[in-house]
């Protein structure tokens, strides 16, 4: 018998890719899965690519219903998680992937979010110095938003290094039509993604903060983009260097940060990371450029946003939450073309 898992919010992008690999982990045992509009239905009716879980039936989304486990995901739109966490006796460990319990700040809660501000969780990214261990022992833990852990991912050790400055830091991130959920939106209509590139929430986007709160930069410039591609995140990262620097020293810097860890690889130079590389796994690509003419650093990071940005991220969480191999169930292959 492996672990008693629970996944709120099944029915959902999320919810349906940690089914995915919660199927095939070698340690946890899916013993709950709920939805909203979509309980009492089978998993296999709305995840037909789902064979091992398809017979499981979605019940409904009470605190009652998902207690009974060591470890509950919450893959619940904002706003929902805050409320059925509070209701959870303790002992029960909690990855939550939405936004609710990611921010320190009131103040910059208030400004991005609608709704109570609520008590930010350990901050889920194991990749940042000292979060392992953090993680490690926390009973709540929030996950990234898939955006930012892109962002901070290649921004983190450049600050800490001293190589980059904290001001001015200018990120385009684009990403597939799966960031935004599953829930009927006009704007994410075949016909309306198809053939399109186009900007959204431009300077005033939710995940800007929580770069700035995990990486310490202090003014951000950022810019999401909506690509017509089901999955993927590609973020460019400009940022200014305190001296001059030449692209293999920013490379080396990065090499170092992440020599060891499972799933975040600097490229080589000459190769740019590709979204496509990421599909499916919990890979992240990373590569380093100065740019001749300004000397700014840029660095491209590529993941899978429902991969590292959402459900290979929650279970590499919980698998140091419940002290397993972080690597358990989490594939680094992606699948192409
Ligand atoms: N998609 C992504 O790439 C990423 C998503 N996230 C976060 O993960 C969470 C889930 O996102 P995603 O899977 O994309 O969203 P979806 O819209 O695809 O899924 C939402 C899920 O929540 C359920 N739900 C909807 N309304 C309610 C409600 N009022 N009470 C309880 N359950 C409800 C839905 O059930 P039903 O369908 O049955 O109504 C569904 O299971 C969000 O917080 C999102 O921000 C974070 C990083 C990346
Ligand atoms: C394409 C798209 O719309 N993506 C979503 C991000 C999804 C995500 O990471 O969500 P949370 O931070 O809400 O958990 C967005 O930009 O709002």
């Known amino acids: 018998m492996g672990h008693r898992i629970a996944?709120?919010?099944?029915?959902g992008y999320a919810g349906g890719e940690l089914l995915r690999l919660l199927a095939a982990h070698p340690d946890l045992d899916v013993v709950a899965v709920s939805a909203h509009a979509n309980a009492g239905q089978r998993v296999g009716d709305v995840h037909p690519h789902l064979r091992s879980l398809a017979d499981r039936v979605f019940v409904e989304t009470t605190p009652e219903a998902l207690a009974d486990v060591d470890l509950l995901f919450l893959a619940l739109p904002h706003g929902a998680s805050a409320g059925l966490a509070a209701q959870l006796p303790p002992g029960v460990k909690v990855v939550d992937l939405g936004s609710d319990h990611r921010l320190t700040d009131p103040a910059a809660y208030a400004r991005y979010y609608d709704g109570d501000f609520a008590p930010a969780w350990t901050y889920g990214l194991p990749e940042l110095p000292g979060q392992r261990a953090a993680i490690a022992a926390a009973e709540r833990v929030a996950n990234t938003g898939c955006h930012a852990a892109a962002s901070i991912l290649a921004i983190a050790p450049?600050?800490?290094?001293?190589?980059?400055?904290?001001?001015?830091?200018?990120v385009t991130s684009t990403s597939g039509t799966s960031g935004a959920g599953r829930s009927p939106a006009v704007r994410l209509l075949g016909s309306e993604v198809m053939g399109d590139l186009t900007a959204y929430k431009v300077g005033a986007h939710r995940h800007a903060p929580e770069i700035k709160q995990a990486t310490g930069v202090r003014t951000l410039t950022f810019v999401p983009v909506l690509a017509p591609m089901p999955r993927g995140i590609l973020a460019t990262v400009a940022l200014r260097p305190v001296s001059a620097t030449g692209a293999a020293d920013v490379r080396a810097v990065l090499a170092d940060a992440y020599a060891g860890e499972p799933f975040v690889r600097v490229l080589p130079e000459g190769r740019q990371p590709r979204t496509s590389a990421t599909t499916g796994s919990n890979s992240v690509q990373l590569q380093a450029a100065v740019d001749e003419d300004?000397?700014?650093?840029?660095?491209?990071s590529a993941l899978d946003n429902l991969g590292k940005g959402a459900a290979g991220q929650a279970v590499q969480l919980a698998n140091l939450m419940l002290h397993l191999d972080e690597t358990a169930g989490l594939p680094v292959d992606g699948i192409a073309p």
């Open 7 to 11: 996944v709120a919010g099944a029915s």
């Open 158 to 170: 450049l600050l800490a290094a001293g190589v980059a400055s904290p001001d001015d830091v200018v």
């Open 294 to 300: 300004s000397g700014r650093i840029l660095v491209t």
